[in-house]
C-alpha cells in the first residue's frame, strides 16, 4: 500500500499550536454566524483543539461482507490546523444493535505522543491502537480487545482488520450561501431560496484528518443498526465527551440559533438516548418555522414533529452488507460521495434545496483506505488559511 503522507506542508504548524486554534471572540462569531459551518466548533474545547473536532462521520460496505467506518478530524489540517491527535482523546465509533440508542458494540482509537517524521520537521507521526469493546466497556473507558496497531499515515493491517489514520481530502461540500440563508431565516423570518445562487465551496481544497477502520461485519452484528462517532477526553481526569455525530448538520441546521448556543455544548456532551427528551423540540420548532416561512406544508406544527421524530435519536441507520446511501427519502449509511448538506436542507424546508455544489468524488478511491490522495500544497495555491488568533 503506498504511504499516503502529505510529502510537505505548505505553512508550518506546530502540534503545540492547537491550544489557540480558533480561541478568539472574532472567530467564534464567525463560527456561529455559519461562515464555516461544517466541521462542527459546537464546543469550546473543540474550538481551542481541533484535534477534538469531529468534522463528519461515515458508513459504508466494503468488500468481501466487510463494513467501513470514517470519522474526520483537524479541519484545514497543514494550513491553519495541525497534523496531531489528542494523545488523551478517545475516539470512538459506536453502535446500537437493538434500537435502544446505547452502544452495545464499540471501536476506540487511542493514539501515542507525537514525533517528528525523519523526513520533515512538519510532519508528525504518532502510534495508534484500536479496540473493539462490548457490554459495560462499550459505555466508557478505553478498555477492549486490541485488534490492530499501527501509526498515522500509513495502513495497519491485521487479520481481517485494516486501520488508516492521516491526512485526507476533505470530501464535505456545502454553498458558502448556507450563511446568509441561515441569517435570513433568524434576523428577518423568512425562507430564502435564493440563497444558493453563487455556487462557491469554503471547503474546496482543503485537508482533515481521516480516521479510517475496516472490519468484517459480523464483528458489529447483523442487520439493522444504529451508528455514531464520539471523542472524548480519557487521560488522568474523569473521561469528557467533547463531541459527537451521527446524522450531519443536526447542530449547523436544527441547533444552531445564535441566542441559545450553548444548546450545542449540552448536545455534545449527551447520549443519543437522551435526544427525543432534550433535543426534538428544539428541532421541530426549527422545521416547524422553516416549513412556515417556505409555505410548504399545510401543518407546520406536525411537519416539525416528524422532521424530530426522524432525528431523534441522532443516530446514523444502516444495514449491514448493503450499498450505502444517504438520501431525503432513507437514510442508509453514509458514503465518502453523498450530498449530505442538500439532503438535510430539503428535509428542514420541506422543499427540494440543491446548493450546486458536491464532494470531490474524484478524490475518492475503490480501495481502502477510499479517500484518494490529500490536496498537495501546489493545488492549494491560493486557497487562504481558516483565520486563527495571534498567540498571545
Not at 428577518?188 to 469554503?202: C, I, S, T, V, W
Not at 455544548?265 to 443519543?272: H, I, L, T
Not at 431525503?328 to 438535510?344: E, K
Request: glycine share 8%; proline share 7%.
Amino acid at each position: 500500500m503506498a504511504d499516503l503522507r502529505v510529502p510537505s506542508l505548505e505553512r508550518p504548524f506546530s502540534a503545540t499550536d492547537s491550544i489557540e486554534f480558533h480561541h478568539s471572540e472574532a472567530w467564534n462569531r464567525r463560527i456561529y454566524q455559519g461562515e464555516y459551518m461544517s466541521h462542527h466548533f459546537d464546543t469550546k474545547l473543540a474550538r481551542e483543539d481541533p484535534s477534538l473536532n469531529l468534522c463528519d462521520f461515515y458508513l459504508f460496505d466494503g468488500p468481501s461482507g466487510k463494513t467501513v467506518m470514517a470519522m474526520t478530524v483537524n479541519p484545514d489540517v497543514g494550513l491553519s490546523a495541525p497534523d496531531t491527535l489528542h494523545p488523551e482523546g478517545l475516539y470512538a465509533f459506536r453502535f446500537d444493535l437493538n434500537g435502544d440508542a446505547r452502544e452495545e458494540v464499540t471501536f476506540k482509537f487511542r493514539f501515542g505522543e507525537p514525533r517528528h517524521e525523519d523526513s520533515s520537521e512538519h510532519i508528525h507521526i504518532q502510534s495508534f491502537v484500536v479496540r473493539k469493546a462490548t457490554g459495560d466497556d462499550a459505555l466508557r473507558g478505553d478498555a477492549g480487545e486490541s485488534l490492530v496497531e499501527g501509526e498515522t499515515g500509513s495502513v495497519a493491517t491485521d487479520s481481517d482488520f485494516r486501520a488508516y489514520v492521516g491526512i485526507a481530502p476533505d470530501l464535505f461540500a456545502a454553498n458558502a450561501g448556507f450563511r446568509a440563508f441561515m441569517t435570513t431565516f433568524y434576523n428577518d423570518q423568512r425562507y430564502d431560496g435564493n440563497a444558493f445562487l453563487h455556487q462557491q465551496n469554503p471547503f474546496a481544497r482543503r485537508n482533515v484528518t481521516a480516521i479510517v477502520l475496516e472490519v468484517p461485519s459480523e464483528l458489529i452484528g447483523k442487520g439493522k443498526i444504529n451508528a455514531w462517532a464520539t471523542i472524548s477526553l480519557f487521560g488522568h481526569a474523569p473521561e469528557v465527551q467533547v463531541s459527537r455525530w451521527g446524522l450531519p448538520m443536526v447542530t449547523h441546521l436544527f441547533l444552531n440559533d445564535p441566542s441559545d448556543q450553548e444548546v450545542k455544548e449540552q448536545f455534545n456532551a449527551s447520549v443519543p438516548s437522551e435526544d427525543l427528551k432534550r433535543f426534538a423540540k428544539p428541532i421541530a420548532d426549527f422545521a416547524e418555522k422553516m416549513s412556515t416561512y417556505a409555505g410548504s406544508a399545510a401543518d407546520p406544527a406536525e411537519y416539525g414533529k416528524l422532521i424530530a421524530a426522524r432525528l431523534c435519536p441522532d443516530t446514523l441507520p444502516y444495514e449491514l452488507g448493503t450499498s450505502a446511501a444517504f438520501a431525503v427519502v432513507s437514510f442508509n449509511g453514509r458514503a465518502l460521495g453523498d450530498d449530505v448538506l442538500d439532503v438535510m436542507l430539503t428535509l428542514a424546508a420541506n422543499t427540494p434545496i440543491v446548493d450546486g455544489l458536491a464532494p470531490d468524488r474524484g478524490r475518492i478511491r475503490k480501495d481502502f483506505p477510499y479517500y484518494g490522495a490529500p490536496y498537495r500544497a501546489e493545488e492549494q495555491v491560493g486557497v487562504t488559511p481558516m483565520p486563527r488568533p495571534a498567540k498571545k
